[in-house]
T-cell receptor, first 118, second 114 residues
C-alpha cells in the first residue's frame, strides 16, 4: 500500500534561516512525488513535483526538494525562510505506473505546520 | 486563466439531509478529483473523474457519489448526512489523467452538519 509520512507536526524557524520539512514515502514502483501548501481557509497550492530525472527539483516561491531513492525521502527545503511562508505543508505520492484503472489518486501525508518567526 | 472554482463555499445542513457540491475545473482540464479534509483524518481521496467516467474511487460509503458533465464540471452528492461528514471538501483538476500531471485545487466547500 502507498503511504506518506511527515514525521513533524510542526516546524519552527526564524526568518532568514533555512528550513526543511521532512517527508518519507512508501510505494511500489517508481513514485511521483508532490508538495503542496495550504494557507488558512484556502485550498492547496502546488509547489513542486518529482517525476524523473534530476533529484533536486525547484518549485514556486524559492522552494526546492530533494528526492532520495535509497532513503525513500522527498524533503522540502528553502534557503531563507520568510514569515509569509508560515502555512501547512503537505507531501503527496502517486504510484508512477501507467494509468490503467489502478490507483492514480494522490496519497497525502498528515501535513506539517511551518511557523516562521520574525 | 481562472482557477478551480467551487460552490457554495460554506454550507450548513442537518443530519439526514442531502447536499450537492459543485466544481468547475480550470479551462481545458478534463480530470477532476474530490477530497475530504478533516482535522482527524487529514486529506482523503473520494473519487476521480475523467471524460465523464469515474476512474477511481476511495474508501467511502455509497452515500457519497459524484458525476462529471461533458464540459468537465463535476458535482458530488452526499445523502443522509451524518455529523462525521462535516469537513472541507476539496475539488482538484488536472489536464489529463496522466499520473505525472499535478492537480490544482479549488478553495473548498466547508460543510457543517448539525
Amino acid at each position: 500500500a502507498q503511504s506518506v509520512a511527515q514525521p513533524e507536526d510542526q516546524v519552527n524557524v526564524a526568518e532568514g534561516n533555512p528550513l526543511t520539512v521532512k517527508c518519507t514515502y512508501s510505494v511500489s514502483g517508481n513514485p511521483y512525488l508532490f508538495w503542496y501548501v495550504q494557507y488558512p481557509n484556502r485550498g492547496l497550492q502546488f509547489l513542486l513535483k518529482y517525476i524523473t530525472g534530476d533529484n533536486l527539483v525547484k518549485g514556486s516561491y524559492g522552494f526546492e526538494a530533494e528526492f532520495n531513492k535509497s532513503q525513500t525521502s522527498f524533503h522540502l527545503k528553502k534557503p531563507s525562510a520568510l514569515v509569509s511562508d508560515s502555512a501547512l505543508y503537505f507531501c503527496a505520492v502517486r504510484r508512477g505506473l501507467n494509468y490503467g484503472g489502478s490507483q492514480g489518486n494522490l496519497i497525502f501525508g498528515k501535513g506539517t505546520k511551518l511557523s516562521v518567526k520574525p | 486563466k481562472a482557477g478551480v472554482t467551487q460552490t457554495p463555499r460554506y454550507l450548513i445542513k442537518t443530519r439526514g439531509q442531502q447536499v450537492t457540491l459543485s466544481c468547475s475545473p480550470i479551462s481545458g482540464h478534463r480530470s477532476v478529483s474530490w477530497y475530504q479534509q478533516t482535522p482527524g483524518q487529514g486529506l482523503q481521496f473520494l473519487f476521480e473523474y475523467f471524460s465523464e467516467t469515474q476512474r477511481n474511487k476511495g474508501n467511502f460509503p455509497g452515500r457519497f457519489s459524484g458525476r462529471q458533465f461533458s464540459n468537465s464540471r463535476s458535482e458530488m452528492n452526499v445523502s443522509t448526512l451524518e455529523l462525521g461528514d462535516s469537513a472541507l471538501y476539496l475539488c482538484a483538476s488536472s489536464f489529463a489523467a496522466d499520473l505525472s500531471y499535478e492537480q490544482y485545487f479549488g478553495p473548498g466547500t466547508r460543510l457543517t452538519v448539525t
